[in-house]
């Protein structure tokens, strides 16, 4: 195991009629507040009113930032820095799923500074101060609510970057599992794919002796797989929703479940080129990415996919070597991703090899990437040509 230090600040209300919470919390960190959200479903679901109420019984003035896209782009929180500064803004409540709360972090953090906040997505700056923010999550997948990272889109340069600074915790994070009932079954399924994938880019470790560690990832993932098709079936249970909600909070905030562990992540960096041109939901691009990245890295230690494989999917080691029973493991993921509907392949989005050379070449902009086993350009084009 390697050394090891772990802070995260941010306090988590959990349960039904957390919102109840809001007031109490939003008068902690300021007086004026920007209230972001995305494009309408916290109005159809009526969450809106509940926060206007809350917000009121604060006694905080309120500035709104709606339409924040799905893969929030850089123009919005462009759009958002000016209007923090020109409305003195002192607060940022984030209401929505991943983007908008990817969005919040990134205006917080952008408001203090006199340069482009693109400059801190393409490491020429460094974070220094930020405005305090405040999230109440709709949609189990990211672990925004709960982490110090935001992934922003620029557009019209089709690039697609993430980054992270202790400044971007979250204050406070309300997560209430009937907020996630109305959350579309396409939506469910990329969450829960989303989920597994942020586990999955840690437990694919090179780090030896961390015991702990992988059977905190392996209950992550046993209690997602126990869960994703009750809440796919009956959208309302609560059960379901709330397991689906509180696995995806720890399963990627600040790396608790893996202290001490090399992270991989490279399927995380394949996968936002992929959406950076195309636009498509980031779970729905994991899915189509992490059976191939297995596949293309089992070699490097097939005792963890064997393990995996055992103690996931309850394959039963039964005479087989070690690389059949990761290759069985590897099976029963790509075969749980199509049961629940996930895309397996790019040409299910009509994604061809026009551009899998340009988003190769991008992946490695910074260097190679991931740790199980480093990737290079030609990994990544050969990863892509997998998914096609
Ligand atoms: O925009 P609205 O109208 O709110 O609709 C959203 C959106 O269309 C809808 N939705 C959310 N909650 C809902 C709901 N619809 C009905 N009822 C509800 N309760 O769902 C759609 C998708 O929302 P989005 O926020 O885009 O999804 P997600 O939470 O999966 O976030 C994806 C973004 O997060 C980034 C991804 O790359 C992507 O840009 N990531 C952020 C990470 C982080 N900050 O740590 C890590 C992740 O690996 C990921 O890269
Ligand atoms: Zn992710």
């Keep these: 195991m390697n050394s090891f230090s772990f802070h995260n600040p941010t306090k988590i209300c959990f349960g039904e009629g957390a919102v109840e919470q809001l007031a109490s919390e939003v008068k902690r960190y300021g007086s004026n507040v920007l209230l972001v959200y995305g494009g309408g479903s916290i109005k159809r679901t009526g969450l809106y009113d509940r926060v206007l109420q809350q917000l009121n ?18 123009s919005s929180v462009q759009k958002g820095i000016e209007l923090c500064r020109t409305e003195g803004i002192d607060f940022i409540l984030a209401v929505g799923g991943g983007s908008v709360i990817d969005a919040a972090k990134a205006i917080a ?5 006199e340069g482009d906040v693109w400059d801190f997505l393409v490491h020429k700056a460094t974070i220094r101060e930020s405005l305090p923010i405040g999230t109440i999550l709709t949609l189990s997948a990211t672990g925004s609510e709960m982490n110090g990272s935001s992934v922003i889109s620029h557009w019209e340069e089709k690039q697609k970057r993430g980054f992270t600074s202790s400044y971007m915790y979250p204050r406070f994070s309300i997560l209430d599992p009937t907020l996630t009932f109305s959350v579309p079954r396409d939506q469910t ?15 694919f470790s090179l780090t030896k002796d961390t015991p702990l560690q992988e059977r905190l990832c392996e209950s992550i993932l046993l209690t997602v797989i126990e869960n994703a098709e009750r809440a796919l079936d009956k959208p309302d249970d ?12 720890l399963a990627l905030n600040g790396g608790l479940i893996s202290l001490g562990m090399d992270n991989d992540w490279s399927s995380h960096g394949i996968e936002h080129e992929i959406s950076a041109i195309y636009d498509i939901p980031h779970g729905a691009g994991l899915s189509i990415v992490f059976p191939n990245w297995m596949k293309y890295v089992m070699n490097e230690r097939p005792d963890r996919f064997a393990q995996y494989a055992n103690r996931v999917w309850g394959i039963e080691r039964n005479g087989k070597t070690e690389t059949e029973l990761a290759l069985a493991g590897i099976e029963a993921t790509r075969d749980f991703f199509t049961r629940i509907g996930a895309p397996s392949t790019l040409a299910d989005f009509g994604i061809g090899t026009e551009q899998l050379d340009r988003m190769a070449y991008e992946a490695v902009r910074f260097g190679s990437i991931g740790s199980f086993k480093k990737l290079d350009q030609a990994d990544v084009r050969a990863i892509l040509q997998h998914c096609l």
């Design 109 to 113: 953090v952008g408001v203090p500074y």
């Design 189 to 203: 399924v990329n969450g829960i794919v989303d989920i597994m994938s942020h586990v999955f880019e840690q437990y």
């Design 238 to 249: 609560y059960t379901a929703r709330a397991n689906l909600m509180w696995c995806g909070t």
């Design 57 to 74: 019984a604060a006694e905080v003035r309120v500035v709104q930032l709606g339409g924040i896209e799905p893969n929030p782009r850089l």
